[in-house]
């Protein structure tokens, strides 16, 4: 494997298997904690609007991700995130402009959210569009 370049530094990444731990799946509502720990998918079928936080990401230097494959059976439901989270334009409902996404019809969305410094700042995207 060919090292990668990175100004004045040689970064040499080698990754043999890669697990990604999925959490139960819930049909809720309400205020919902991606707790880190307990998985790196986790899945929600939606009962009412969601208000998201986040738990127990990796300190600063390492990179913690959490995809969250979302039912969204009503449009009217929301999801609202913290105000830590950077919203991508690939995210269908989210403009940017505010904490709260909506859903455009009754459906399953895939986001992945990532933090480099524990939380401080998170990054939210859209993995494909909609899912049936």
Known sequence: MAPIQQQDKTI??????IIL???K???????????HENGHYQTITMNASVTLSFANLPASGKLGRIILDITCPDVSYTLTIPSAVL????VT?????SDTITFPDT?????EF??????????????GKVYI
């Open 12 to 17: 040499v990444l080698k990754v043999s298997e």
């Open 21 to 23: 731990r999925q959490s």
């Open 25 to 35: 799946q819930i049909t809720t509502g309400g205020a919902i904690e991606l707790n």
């Open 87 to 90: 919203v991508a334009d690939s």
């Open 93 to 97: 409902g989210g403009d940017g402009s």
């Open 107 to 111: 459906k399953r969305f895939l986001y």
């Open 114 to 127: 990532l933090t480099p410094d524990a939380g401080t700042t998170i990054l939210m995207n859209q993995i």
